[in-house]
């Protein structure tokens, strides 16, 4: 059995499956919706990641020893097998959305004249890297990169002090709570992905306090980079951008000789991305693993992995199809994310109670 992650590498991966992913683009569907009422929309998307962690935490603690998928299987040889399927093709798919959306911000921003298969290839070939082998090496690369990305985004209100604008910030509370709704289900998905915490450790290693406090850094540290992009580009320059984020880090100059520093915080982030990626690669190879026990793990990464970096490419015609992908994927992920694990859990309670009934009787 491989060791256990520690709790600071799990509060890192929840952190990473809600900040890593969702900074590229996200922001600037929000603020096209909401303007600067952007926060109301980041308020519904923590309550319901904080929701979804609770459910899945109830869930899991019914395993204590195992991880769910791996509780899941062993409690309900069937139903927990089609199950943990249904996981797979859930984490797969946002595997596909994240080397999308990654090779495409590549591409665009960084390497202009270099073809979109070679950069997804580069990029599938560390996700696997990084996946097949198992997740100590997952805890152990988000550990490295993912704290110098929290720096990043904590340092980033100091080096933009100069051109923040208060008053970009009203006027608020001008759109009616329907569309502050469907502001909110452009994040709301990234926000319940912290729930992929008990897919990758125990119940016993991450606890429900672990868990809330990694979907509250992930969110905060999010809504540090929002507040700081209206505050110092204001709302339409975000609207309009495909990467409104990176736009922002543009204008950091520190000195006459620092004025390009996107490309370092850039450095970082990448790496960062890459590691949140190899997540879902990882999850969704060790539920193959658990439905197929006698697959390697490391071989099931390396098919899943050129699998989704294929899919990523043949799926999508540019990258705004992203956008259109994500408005399918928001209910699904409601379902896997919260509607699914409250009826296991209920599930679970129910078959509790009738082996209580069976010893009373």
């Not at 923590?46 to 062993?74: H, N, Q, T």
């Not at 006027?171 to 319940?192: E, L, T």
């Amino acid at each position: 059995m491989s060791p256990r992650l520690s709790r600071s590498q799990v509060l890192m991966i929840g952190c990473a499956f809600v900040l890593d992913g969702t900074l590229v683009s996200k922001p600037s569907l929000v603020i096209r919706d909401l303007r600067s009422d952007f926060w109301l929309a980041y308020l519904i998307a923590l309550a319901y990641g904080l929701a979804a962690i609770v459910a899945v935490g109830l869930l899991a603690s019914r395993f204590p020893r195992k991880d769910l998928m791996d509780g899941l299987v062993s409690s309900y040889p069937i139903l927990g097998r089609a199950i943990v399927a249904g996981y797979v093709l859930f984490f797969f798919g946002i595997l596909v959305r994240d080397v999308r959306s990654t090779t495409d911000f590549v591409k665009v921003s960084l390497l202009t004249i270099t073809p979109l298969t070679a950069v997804a290839v580069c990029l599938g070939l560390c996700i696997i890297a990084i996946a097949r082998h198992g997740k100590t090496s997952v805890g152990r690369m988000s550990q490295l990169w993912q704290p110098m990305l929290v720096l990043l985004v904590l340092g980033i209100p100091i080096f933009l002090a100069s051109t923040l604008v208060l008053g970009n910030l009203l006027p608020a509370f001008q759109h009616p709570f329907p569309d502050v709704f469907y502001g909110a289900s452009h994040i709301v998905a990234y926000a319940g992905e912290a729930t992929g915490i008990a897919f990758i450790a125990t119940s016993r290693t991450w606890t429900f306090r672990y868990g809330i406090y990694s979907v509250l850094l992930g969110w905060t540290l999010l809504t540090i980079l929002t507040v700081c992009l209206v505050l110092s580009l204001g709302v339409e320059i975000p609207a309009r951008t495909l990467y409104p984020n990176y736009e922002m880090i543009r204008k950091i100059r520190l000195t006459d000789f620092l004025d390009r520093l996107d490309l370092p915080m850039v450095g970082i982030w990448l790496p960062a991305m890459i590691v949140k990626t190899s997540f879902s690669l990882y999850i969704a190879s060790n539920g193959v693993a658990r439905i197929f026990p006698k697959l390697r793990l490391s071989a099931i990464s390396v098919v899943l992995g050129a699998a989704a970096v294929a899919v990523a490419i043949l799926a999508f015609e540019h990258a705004l199809q992203i956008f259109t992908f994500d408005q399918f994927w928001m209910p699904l992920s409601i379902v896997f994310q919260l509607a699914l694990p409250v009826a296991l859990l209920c599930l679970c309670m129910m078959h509790q109670r009738k082996k209580a009934a069976r010893k009373g009787g």
